[in-house]
Nanobody, 114 residues
Framework: QIQLMESGGGLVQAGGSLTLSCVAS????????MNWYRQAPGKRRELVAQ???????NYGASARGRFTIFRNSTENTVYLQMNNLEPEDTATYYC????????WGKGTLVTVSI
């Protein structure tokens, strides 16, 4: 019974920062691969960031250098710190985990104003 729940979205001015959280329940083990995706209206869902069991991370091109993914394993929470936000970052952000199938949170909306 894996469940993911995002929080932290909202309205932010261009150039500002925002940190998203994803609380995971039902995961087994001390560390899990976790992903952040985002989707804007009319656009495909794209990978933003991922963190692996060993601690390595990977970022999509649009996120690299501006966003940071990190975890609190004790609390089963993964974070996405977003800096220097641009209007193009406006999207619904989803937490994701694959465990035989894809598990998704409901998403949290990030709106970056000019």
């Amino acid at each position: 019974q894996i469940q993911l729940m995002e929080s932290g979205g909202g309205l932010v001015q261009a150039g500002g920062s925002l940190t998203l959280s994803c609380v995971a329940s039902g995961l087994i083990g001390g560390a899990n691969n976790m992903n952040w995706y985002r989707q804007a209206p009319g656009k495909r869902r794209e990978l933003v960031a991922q963190i692996f069991v060993g601690g390595l991370t990977n970022y999509g091109a649009s996120a690299r250098g501006r966003f940071t993914i990190f975890r609190n394993s004790t609390e089963n929470t993964v974070y996405l710190q977003m800096n220097n936000l641009e209007p193009e970052d406006t999207a619904t952000y989803y937490c994701n985990h694959w465990a035989g199938m894809d598990f998704w949170g409901k998403g949290t909306l990030v709106t970056v104003s000019i």
